[in-house]
């Protein structure tokens, strides 16, 4: 009796889902990317065809778009890692039906979202643009199907984060900022606080603060704080030299490639104190003394109750360097006498 040999080939059964190496997988792209361009290309092995360059076709299920509303600087502090947990979910569009993760159906299209999903090669695609400050991350559901008889599928979720770029400047609170100091304070006053924001991420959204075209008195009499927008005296402001100062305020982001810009107006109103003596600027010097010839009522106004036997009428001119005497309260008769 002679040997026979046996040949068994085992015909495979499609009993094994597609798998991919990893899940969840993190990706990003920049928020300015151009439509078309590729965020990563998805790979899913099916062990019963190990030698098929395309085992599987792919799905894009759902997008959830996850906005963060991140925290926007005044004063050039960062944004905590845990502010990020304060954010609001949006489910933008699922398809029909989903395949684990247990995502949500709805009668939305995929076709809706930002992204498009290669059926064959699995490229993933930019397909409308990105604007971080709105949605910083997306959360796709995708699936990999096998092309067997009875198919099998897995899923997958992709994390694509929105990389910031500088393209916001920043924003005053107010277009115009009015402040009112007293006149002969201490140098180092503070005189008011201008507040810009930006809601770029990290030295994109960080906002400085400086004069802006300001005259060489503006310069000589206020500083801002570069970092808190803290607007102070250099020195003592006098009002009966200047009353009013005007000058403006720029916000700048602190990015090195490309800085934005914005300026506010800010109005310095300085507030009267009765500071200065009344002077006469007629009769001049030396004795401030006039002989007039006349005798009046006016001069009894004017100079309170003096002697009627004054014959003499005295007229004069005196000048107020402050802003809320009354020249009526002002005078009165210190001496009198005739000759």
């Known amino acids: 009796m002679r040997p ?30 151009p439509v078309g361009s590729l965020i990563t290309t998805l790979n899913a092995t099916d062990p019963d065809r190990p030698e098929d360059p395309q085992p599987v076709t792919y799905a894009l299920l759902s997008v959830t778009a996850i906005s963060t509303f991140p925290k926007v600087y005044k004063t050039g502090e960062k944004m905590s890692d845990d502010h990020r947990e304060n954010n609001l979910m949006h489910e933008l569009v ?42 910083s991350e997306y959360q796709l559901l995708v699936s990999a199907t096998d092309r067997g008889r009875q198919p099998q599928s897995c899923s997958l979720t992709v994390h694509v984060r929105v990389i910031d770029v500088n ?31 930006d809601p770029d991420e990290d030295e994109n959204g960080k906002v400085n603060y400086r004069l802006f075209g300001s005259t060489a008195i503006v310069q000589h009499n206020f500083a801002v704080n570069q ?66 010839s006349a005798y009046s009522k006016v001069f009894r106004d004017a100079f309170g109750k003096c002697s009627k036997k004054l014959r003499n009428f005295l007229k004069v001119k005196i000048k107020f360097m402050d802003f809320f005497q009354r020249p009526r309260e002002q005078f009165r008769c210190v001496s009198q006498g005739f000759r």
Request: proline share 5%.
């Open 4 to 33: 026979i040999t046996l040949v068994v080939n085992i015909l495979d059964k499609n009993d094994n889902p597609p798998r991919f190496a990893v899940n969840p997988l993190q990706v990003s792209i920049k928020e300015d990317a």
């Open 94 to 135: 699922s398809g029909s039906s989903s395949t684990g993760g247990g995502s949500s159906s709805s009668n939305q299209n995929v076709n809706n979202s930002q992204f498009r999903l290669e059926v064959h090669t699995g490229r993933l695609l930019l397909k409308e643009p990105l604007d971080r400050e709105t949605v």
């Open 167 to 197: 393209d916001n400047a920043p924003t005053f609170s107010q277009p115009i900022f009015r402040f009112t100091i007293e006149e002969e304070q201490e140098a180092g006053t503070v005189v008011g606080v201008v507040t810009a924001t």
């Open 227 to 292: 970092h808190t927008g803290e607007i102070t005296t250099r020195m003592r402001l006098d009002r009966e030299v200047n009353a009013v100062y005007e000058f403006f305020v720029t916000a700048e982001d602190s990015t090195q490639a490309k800085r934005l810009t914005s300026t506010a107006k800010v109005v310095v109103e300085v507030l009267d104190i009765n500071d200065n003596d009344p002077k006469f600027i007629y009769p001049t010097q030396p004795n401030h003394t006039i002989h007039a």
